[in-house]
């Protein structure tokens, strides 16, 4: 099992930057991780993944302005988030799972381990 604990929202003006965290803890051997988001009324949805080897995918809403990374030594998830829009608004989650191949790692029916989120919120 993992452990997930997210930090770093906060409210930004149109065109700032923000940096997520994810803290894992607990079995991080071979965590393939993500960050989605969800805004109220509408569903959950993929932002950034990463897995196990290396390999990341992006929306194609934040392709050219979020990049996702891991400081595998430390075990955190981090989503750099440049360029933000109004539409870029919502609770931010980073999520994990174990599972060795997946059609994409963008849909959140994958994910068995989830933090608590943390609130993204840009004006214009």
């Known amino acids: 099992q993992v452990q997930l604990v997210e930090s770093g929202g906060g409210s930004v003006q149109a065109g700032g930057s923000l940096r997520l965290s994810c803290a894992a803890s607990?079995?991080?051997?071979?965590?393939?991780m993500g960050w989605f988001r969800q805004a109220p009324g509408k569903e959950r949805e993929g932002v950034a993944g990463?897995?196990?080897?290396?390999?990341?995918s992006y929306a194609d809403s934040v392709k050219g302005r979020f990049t996702i990374s891991k400081d595998n030594a430390k075990d955190i998830l981090y989503l750099q988030m440049n360029s933000l829009k109004p539409e870029d608004t919502a609770m931010y989650y980073c999520?994990?799972?174990?599972?060795?191949?997946?059609?994409?790692?963008?849909?959140?029916?994958?994910?068995?381990?989830w933090g608590q989120g943390t609130q993204v919120t840009v004006s214009s």
């Open positions: 990463l897995d196990a080897d290396g390999t990341t």
């Open positions: 607990g079995w991080t051997y071979r965590l393939n």
């Open positions: 999520a994990a799972h174990y599972r060795p191949k997946i059609p994409t790692s963008l849909s959140p029916q994958w994910y068995n381990y």
